[in-house]
Structure formats: structure tokens, C-alpha cells
């Protein structure tokens, strides 16, 4: 097939290479300006691990000319996360981005994958899996450094595909709750200590990210992470992109069904109020936040030990 624009060799979704950069960029900005997810006055962090996705994101808003400065969380995943840390630490200084790294060892005492092993010692059910242990210590340390810091937005890397897949997920869990506050802009708006967390990728298909990352020659990793292996989202991931397959469209119209009803009613719930955890004060909807349920454990175990 022949680019939209002109007589090359179309490259992805109707576009050749020259035209599929410009064609990405304005995307993202059509995103940020459509769901008003910043401005320039804004100082933004971006969320990023080293992979395609939100290295794609840290360069377009700079490149966009937002006050951006990535901040990232090492996991200690053996070869995977410190190789991702040198390349992420590459496209910082290539393209003058300032970088905020946090550690796992430095906050926690320990390595992802240690401290999953110390939770799951004795477990015979209900095991702590890898990518939730991960999510939860993350997304803590990223919202309290963006608040020590003075962010005013924390934007993260999730893609149109990313979405489709929470989604689902959230409604073969019967989660409700959950579903609300996804979207370009996430939660909903009832603890003024969540730093508000944006997706300007949020239009953006994983393969365009994917394409634009190789066309940039990123120095990235696109496998995926070794510890996912029995993730619950993979499950979704394999079955929406085989689905999709005889059904192209998809996930565009997941999100569109998203967008024209859960979304559209947003502002119904919107004051929705979350309390605070009794132990570490962060934004919660229990009085005990998981974060600090995971450490709990994690220091009960080792004094076992």
C-alpha cells in the first residue's frame, strides 16, 4: 500500500517514514490537547522503565517542548532492569533530559525478585505475583517523589493497547471501582495527595510506538519484562492481539466504548473520596495501603527467617 501523503511505500497506519514521525507526534499533541492533560506551564515527570513506550513518550514531550524530567524506579531484575537503566540513561544525556532514579535496594532493603521470594515463602495459595509486588512499590515511590519534588503531573507510557487490556481485565473482575479511574487522566479526583497521572500515549497503538521507537533508533529493549511470565494481563494481551487479528478494529472500539460511557459520566464520581493509610499517610482506600501490607509481611518473614 502507498502512504496517505505521498507515493512511498506506506511504513504504519497509512503512512510512510517520512510522514509516520510527523504524523505520531501530532497524535500525542492532539491527545494532551483533547483530554486536557497539561500545559507547558506544567512541570511534567515522566514515568519511564528503559522500554519502547515511555522512552517514545520522554522524547516527544521534549520534543514538544514540555518541562519534562523522567523519573524511573530500579527493580534490580538482574541484567533486564540494569541494562535498561544504561539505555535510558543514554537517551537522557543525548537529548539533555534530566533523570530522577530510585532503587528498590535503597528503599526496601532488597531486589524485586527477593522480596517476592521472602512473601511467598510457606504460601500454598494466594501468591504474591511478581508484576503486582512491582506495581504497587512502584507506583508508590513515583507518587511520593513527585510530590517531595514538586511535580505537577506524572505521565506515564500506556498505549491504546495497554488500555483495551485493563479494561477487559477489569470487567471479567467485576471491578467497577477500578474501571472509573482509568482513562487519559487516572483516578478520580478525591485525594488531593495522588500527583494527577496522565496518558498522552493513550490514542497511540503499541505497534506506532513500536515503529516510532525503531524509526528513532532508541536504544531499547522490546522483549518483554522476565518476571511477566504468569501475568494475569498477558492472558489479555495474547487474546485481544489474536482476536484482532480478524477483528482489526478492536481495540480502538474498546476504547471508544470506554470513552462514550464510562469516561463521558467521569465527572459523576468524581469526588469520590479515598482515605488516607494510617501507617504511611499515603492515598488509600483501606486503612492499611498495600504498599505497607507488602512491607508488613516482608518484615514478618524475615524476622522468621
Not at 537522557?92 to 512473601?119: A, H, M, N, Q, R
Not at 494481563?233 to 474498546?254: A, C, G, M, T, Y
Amino acid at each position: 500500500m502507498k502512504c496517505v501523503k505521498c507515493s512511498e511505500e506506506e511504513l504504519c497506519s497509512g503512512f510512510c517514514k517520512k510522514h509516520f514521525k510527523k504524523y505520531f507526534e501530532e497524535k500525542v499533541k492532539k491527545t494532551i490537547n483533547k483530554f486536557h492533560l497539561f500545559s507547558h506551564k506544567d512541570k511534567i515527570a515522566v514515568a519511564v522503565s528503559g522500554g519502547k513506550d515511555s522512552t517514545v513518550l520522554l522524547y516527544v514531550l521534549k520534543k514538544l517542548k514540555y518541562n519534562v524530567t523522567g523519573i524511573t524506579v530500579d527493580a534490580y531484575i538482574g541484567n533486564y532492569t540494569k541494562q535498561n537503566l544504561e539505555n535510558l540513561k543514554s537517551v537522557c544525556e543525548k537529548y539533555k533530559i534530566p533523570l530522577k532514579v530510585i532503587s528498590f535496594k535503597d528503599e526496601f532493603g532488597y531486589s524485586l525478585c527477593y522480596i517476592t521470594s521472602i512473601l511467598n515463602q510457606g504460601r500454598k495459595d494466594k501468591k504474591f505475583a511478581s508484576c503486582l509486588v512491582c506495581g504497587v512499590l512502584r507506583r508508590y515511590l513515583i507518587n511520593r517523589y513527585a510530590k517531595q519534588m514538586k511535580f505537577d503531573v506524572v505521565a506515564t507510557g500506556h498505549t491504546l493497547d495497554d488500555e483495551a487490556q485493563a479494561f477487559l481485565m477489569n470487567i471479567f473482575r467485576n471491578d467497577v471501582a477500578l474501571a472509573r479511574r482509568q482513562g487519559p487522566i487516572t483516578g478520580t479526583g478525591g485525594n488531593s495527595a495522588f500527583v494527577k497521572r496522565v496518558k498522552p500515549l493513550y490514542l497511540c497503538t503499541e505497534k506506532e510506538t513500536t515503529t516510532y521507537s525503531k524509526l528513532m533508533n532508541f536504544p531499547v529493549k522490546y522483549e518483554r519484562c522476565p518476571c511477566s511470565v504468569d501475568a494475569y494481563r498477558r492472558n489479555f494481551r495474547q487474546f485481544l492481539d489474536e482476536f484482532e487479528k480478524k477483528h482489526p478494529s478492536v481495540k480502538h472500539n474498546i476504547i471508544n466504548f470506554f470513552l462514550e460511557t464510562i469516561h463521558k459520566n467521569k465527572k459523576d464520581y468524581n469526588n469520590e473520596i479515598i482515605d488516607s493509610c494510617k501507617i504511611c499517610g499515603e492515598p488509600s482506600a483501606r486503612n492499611i495501603c498495600k504498599k505497607c501490607e507488602i512491607v508488613n509481611i516482608l518484615k514478618s518473614s524475615l524476622k522468621q527467617n
